[in-house]
């Protein structure tokens, strides 16, 4: 594995994922949210720098990359990878891991009820949205791709895959 893309909606599993693998592996792992933002869930990127910054970045030799977007940089990035990763748990698991995350943040950052009620709005969405958004879209573009492509659904799939990881 040289060059590998980890999405999923929020909650999945992505940063997780990549951080494992990045130790596992000695490859650097970047988060799309930090491509994304100026300064995190405050000041966004416009997309031609955003663009700028996904296609430098994607020339290096190895990387992880792991984020959500699809309305920018994944075919780029798509484009590049040799393999991939879709994590598609189930419903409950995001809701859950989402409300766990928020309430141990409460105090920390300055997230909101309000943004945490869009996520999970995006969640129980991501599935059920039409053939050009979220989910759909996603896997669409994954089959376009040339990338060697893993789809994780629980956690059972998350560690068999962790274990082989060692061999490959």
Do not use: C
């Given at each position: 594995m040289?060059?590998?893309y980890?999405?999923g909606?929020?909650?999945s599993?992505?940063?997780?994922l990549?951080?494992?693998?990045s130790?596992?592996?000695?490859?650097?792992?970047?988060?799309?949210?930090?491509?994304?933002?100026?300064?995190?869930?405050?000041i966004r990127?416009?997309?031609?720098?955003r663009?700028q910054?996904?296609?430098?970045l994607?020339k290096?030799?190895?990387?992880?990359?792991?984020?959500?977007?699809s309305?920018?940089?994944?075919e780029?990035?798509?484009?590049r990878?040799?393999?991939?990763?879709?994590l598609?748990?189930?419903?409950?698991?995001?809701?859950h891991?989402i409300?766990?995350?928020y309430?141990?943040?409460?105090g920390?950052?300055?997230?909101?009820?309000?943004g945490?009620?869009?996520?999970?709005?995006?969640?129980?969405?991501y599935?059920r949205?039409?053939?050009?958004?979220?989910?759909h879209?996603?896997?669409?573009?994954?089959?376009?791709?040339?990338?060697?492509?893993?789809?994780?659904?629980?956690?059972k799939?998350?560690?068999?895959?962790?274990t082989a990881?060692?061999?490959?």
């Open positions: 040289k060059r590998l980890i999405l909606t929020m909650g599993g992505k940063t997780t990549a951080k494992e693998i130790k596992r592996l000695k490859i650097k792992e970047y988060d799309l949210d930090d491509i994304y933002w100026k300064r995190k869930f405050d990127r416009d997309e031609k720098e663009s910054v996904v296609k430098k994607i290096k030799k190895t990387w992880i990359i792991e984020g959500v977007y309305s920018w940089g994944v780029d990035i798509l484009a990878a040799t393999h991939v990763i879709m598609d748990l189930p419903f409950y698991v995001l809701w891991r409300i766990k995350r309430l141990a943040r409460r920390m950052h300055r997230e909101k009820l309000s945490v009620l869009a996520l999970l709005k995006y969640v129980w969405l599935k949205r039409g053939p050009h958004e979220g989910y879209e996603h896997m669409s573009l994954i089959q376009k791709s040339k990338a060697k492509v893993f789809h994780i659904t629980n956690q799939e998350k560690k068999i895959f962790l990881l060692r061999s490959m």
